[in-house]
């Protein structure tokens, strides 16, 4: 299925560009544009959200991308959307390389009826479809908080759009199913000698992940305000085949456990790995959000998300929200937000990466077993302003402050350390534009 569905997008681009060479004076085309160059800085040595340390970094906000519209009639038309940019938080990709974002066919056989196969964005976020184009929000950086709550936001397969004008209350309700057969997540190992990198050396490794998903958004637009909930079901398995690792991690027993085989009782406490690895992880997460415009210039803006897992206490059952206030003055648009992010799993990875035995190469070990482990305990405070300089550009300045409690995975802790008890000042920078 997932061939198909993969053969179904290169299809349709094939399509399409079949119809630019032959049918140019039958399609109407337009071509669109946008793209952000930002800068981050850190007040860290160590790196915080794969690209931000205290030698500052382009790699974190840049990206670049065009999209090509192709209206056959009006019921028929068909989009590409290429994105140029570094990799991805998550992804396993390591060089800049163009992405094709989207390629989807639309059918609207009414105005309240869109259909769509193809490439598609999942309508999950207030932000998703634009994400990628800074000029639509405030914000330097959409919070991490909730918008990297997920390993993917793009699926091949189909959706639809039903659309209710009940007064002055627009109602949308967004359905989509399929599949992404090339994700993965990323893991960072901390400490030399291991045995999560190819290498030994610390570094990031990498989660290959193929996800089946499928869900449902209800929005209600209304004099400017805008309110959504959603609930989204997805089934991710390994790429290579194999398990994803182990279900959860338990106190070693009475006899140790592989690959140790010490008792615990003259070493000291330890954990092991649960034997029962799952094939399968089902996810079921819900979202709500809201944008409020509360007069005089002033909107709040907020986003609240529940992951839950099942088949394995290692993956992110998480929490998510955030709140901003922002206000229009002139071409200016100050903002403050909070954002906070934890997951279940706290409690278990504090007892592993603080395993204490009398031997140092079984607490090593312990450590490895806790870089395997997806979890976040940590809140942000960003103050920041955008700076209109037309309806296609915005200049935007950030200082966000980033406080973890018990660990977070977005932070690359240096051998030896921690992402635990960590402040980090963040400072950004960013020129965002659309053609």
């Known amino acids: 299925m997932q061939k198909r569905l993969k053969n179904s997008a290169c299809t349709l681009v094939c399509l399409l560009l079949g119809m630019v060479s032959l049918s140019t004076q039958a399609v109407d085309f337009s071509l669109s544009g946008y793209g952000t160059m930002g800068y981050a800085i850190s007040d860290k040595d160590y790196t915080y959200q794969r690209y931000i340390n205290n030698k500052g970094s382009f790699e974190r906000d840049t990206l670049f991308g065009a999209q090509l519209n192709a209206q056959f009639n009006p019921a028929w038309s068909a989009t590409l959307q290429v994105k140029v940019a570094p990799p991805a938080l998550l992804s396993d990709n390591q060089n800049w390389q163009p992405t094709l974002t989207w390629a989807f066919l639309s059918y609207r056989p009414a105005d309240d009826w869109l259909f769509r196969v193809g490439k598609l964005r999942i309508p999950f976020y207030l932000n998703s479809e634009n994400a990628n184009v800074g000029t639509t929000y405030a914000a330097a950086r959409l919070p991490v908080e909730v918008y990297a709550s997920a390993s993917t936001v793009d699926f091949i397969g189909a959706s639809f759009a039903k ?14 199913w399929g599949n992404a057969a090339k994700e993965s997540w990323r893991f960072y190992a901390r400490d030399p000698g291991n045995i999560l990198t190819k290498s030994g050396a610390a570094g990031e490794f990498f989660a290959p992940l193929a996800t089946e998903s499928k869900g449902l958004r209800l929005s209600l637009n209304r004099d400017g305000n805008t309110f959504l909930a959603g609930m989204h079901f997805a089934d991710t398995t390994a790429r290579n085949g194999t398990t994803l690792g182990p279900s959860t991690y338990v106190p070693a027993p009475a006899g140790g456990c592989a690959p140790i085989g010490i008792p615990p009782a003259f070493i000291g406490n330890y954990y092991c790995p649960a034997a029962d690895g799952p094939s399968r992880i089902k996810t079921v997460t819900t979202n709500f959000g809201a944008s409020i415009d509360l007069g005089h210039g002033f909107r709040t803006i907020g986003e609240y998300v529940r992951r ?67 979890v976040y305990d940590q809140n942000t405070w960003a103050l920041g302003t955008a700076y209109s300089l037309g309806i296609n550009s915005k200049i935007k300045a950030e200082w966000s402050v980033v406080q973890t409690g018990i660990a977070s995975s977005f932070i690359d802790a240096p051998p030896g350390g921690k992402s635990d008890d960590q402040r980090i000042n963040v400072f950004s920078l960013s020129y965002n534009f659309t053609f």
């Open 308 to 374: 839950k897992n099942e088949g394995s206490t290692l993956s992110p059952d998480s929490k998510g929200f955030y709140l901003s206030l922002q206000k229009e003055i002139g071409h200016w648009t100050p903002y403050l937000t909070y954002a906070k992010l934890t997951t279940k799993n706290r409690d278990l990875y504090q007892a592993v990466n603080g395993t204490q035995t009398i031997i140092p190469a079984v607490n090593a070990l312990e450590r490895n077993l806790a870089d395997t482990m997806v």
């Open 163 to 176: 659309t209710w004008q009940l007064n002055e209350n627009e109602f949308i309700l967004d359905g989509y």
